[in-house]
């Protein structure tokens, strides 16, 4: 019996007030396995990155359900959305660290979300982490002395430093070369096949389809096409 | 420091790397910080010298006396006046073991050619030396020759350098009312509301300068108390002597602080002041604003990822009040070192008893602190209102 990871039923979504009210999603109905990789994705205004920042807890739901790990966000409180999002692993179109801090801090966050705890311990899981990523010599770079590839990999080590039930991705191998997105692509399914890591993300990169257990596509802010792969997330 | 502020807040302290990622904004916020210390020191400074001035007369008297004015009086140099034999009725009281009336009149000194200024006199008894200060006991002596003064060194707009050398043996003349009087020796004082200097004489000699007075009728009295007599329970006993409404006995140490207060709400160079400190703490507190409020809006796409990687609201409220803090810590400094000078020069060029108390710094020190931190706080209000997706 597979688990379910994240549900959504009936999701509406709107932009705007009154007259200038748009509807974004139209009845979104969709249901990702655990340990999955899902890929979203769509021309530009299908209400992907609308979806993913949804299911990611980063945008209220208006209408309809999103059930994240047996969790109804729906009219869920600000509190229990926050306390959501620590289980959770967001990696953003662009990158998003934070100037000021050295790669190494930039992972530590991560870690330092979840509250006080050793700092050394934080220290060298975002180390280790980083050296998987290849990063292992720029540890204490500053995002400024960073190429645009090496700050979107801080951005995936921070995203999984702390073992997050679900990463959303949105455009992570934009600014990777080939060898390094999909190492970064064989790392979230490694962690779906070792620790259930379930992985959604929005992307336009055509080699990571192979990969995808799953790929749907919206247009227009509805699912027009759900394409499942012939193996199965735990081969 | 990194490493000594993330032990000491248990986390990677954002706030000061972030200050200290970009030099150029945090001096331009340190700027912005020691000007709004500036300008509120310099109000305050001001305020603080016309309380001073309002103050130094009252220093002339020994501080454990009281101090019986007419009802009406406000001020030290009210023109009013109360009868004399108030005096004879408080020596009733087993506590009051003295007491000495003063005459204060004002005149006009027309020291120079097209200088003049105006001189308080304070006229006294010739057993009033125990009742004033005590580096003025011996000078008080020698006032008993007729028509003698001690004369203010700091009298304003008259060069008194040639009153130096004034000694009871060899008095400086010098041309009052058209009266002669020789100066016998000096005093530092300064002018304040009440004029533009202070000059002690005799009560004999004051009767001469102002004929229209007399001895009935000084202008306060000041009383002794035998040593350990409770001042405040004397002064109510002792007002219930006369009649309703007709003197105010005081300590001189309330005295000077009603006085005080009411130059300060009551007359308009007093409200003037107030004003002026009033409107530079509202200014202070509007550049604290800005200059937190930029920082935030400089950095809001950062916390807004932070908020996405599930912080809560509690984060950021830290992270806002220790860059508070340091700014306000570290631009304190440049601010006192700025309001000092400007103190100085004020003082030099006017003879305006204008200087930094430990109290002023204290309380500008906290009130900073305190002001940036709200305003840090209320500029982190707009993060908590959004959701994270809209922000970038």
Known sequence: MKEIAISVSGLDHFFGEGEARKQALFDVNLEVDRGSLTILMGPSGSGKTTLLTIMGCLREVHAGSVRLLDQELFAAN????????????????????HDSLTARQNVMMGLQVHGRGDPTRHVSAADHLLGLLGLGERLDYLPGNLSGGQKQRVAIARALVSNPDIIFADEPTAALDKVSGMAAVRLFKDLGRSRGTTTVMVT???????????????????????????????? | MTAFLSRLLGRLPIGYLQLTHNPGRLMAALAG??????????????????????EIPYRLFQPDLLIMSPAESETLSDASTLPRQRLFQALVHLDVTGGTPIYLGRSTWLSGQDASSSIQFFGLAPDAGPFFHDALAAPLVSLSLSDTALVDT???????????????????????????????????????????????????????????????????????????????RVADELTQIYPPDT???RTVAQAMEQEVRYQMTERPTGLIFAFGVAIG??????????????DVADHIREYATFKAMGFRQGFFVGVILEEAIILAAIGFWPGLAFSQLFYQSLAYLTNIPIFMTPERAALVFIGTILACALSGILAMRKLAAAEPADLF
């Open chain 1, 78 to 97: 600000e509190i229990s959305r926050i306390d959501m999002r620590r289980r959770l692993g967001f990696i953003f179109q662009a990158h998003n660290l």
């Open chain 1, 204 to 235: 336009h990169d055509p080699r990571i389809l192979d990969l995808a257990d799953r790929v749907v596509t919206l247009e227009d802010g509805r699912i027009v096409e759900v394409v499942q792969a012939h193996r199965t997330p735990t081969a």
């Open chain 2, 33 to 54: 910080v020691a000007f709004a210390n500036v300008l509120v020191f310099v109000q305050l400074g001001l305020a603080g010298s016309m309380a001073e001035s309002v």
């Open chain 2, 154 to 232: 700091m009298t304003r707009f008259v060069d008194m350098r040639s009153f130096a050398a004034a000694y009871p043996a060899v008095p400086v003349p010098f041309e009052m009312q058209n009266r002669q009087l020789g100066a016998v020796g000096t005093v530092s004082i300064g002018g304040g509301f009440g004029g533009d200097g202070v000059f002690l004489v005799s009560d004999q000699t004051f009767f001469h300068l102002f004929p229209q007075r007399t001895s009935a009728t000084p202008s306060h009295i000041l009383l002794a108390l035998s040593p350990g007599a409770d001042p405040d």
């Open chain 2, 247 to 249: 003197v105010r006995i």
């Open chain 2, 281 to 294: 703490m509202v200014v202070g507190i509007v550049i604290a604003y800005q200059v937190l409020s930029a």
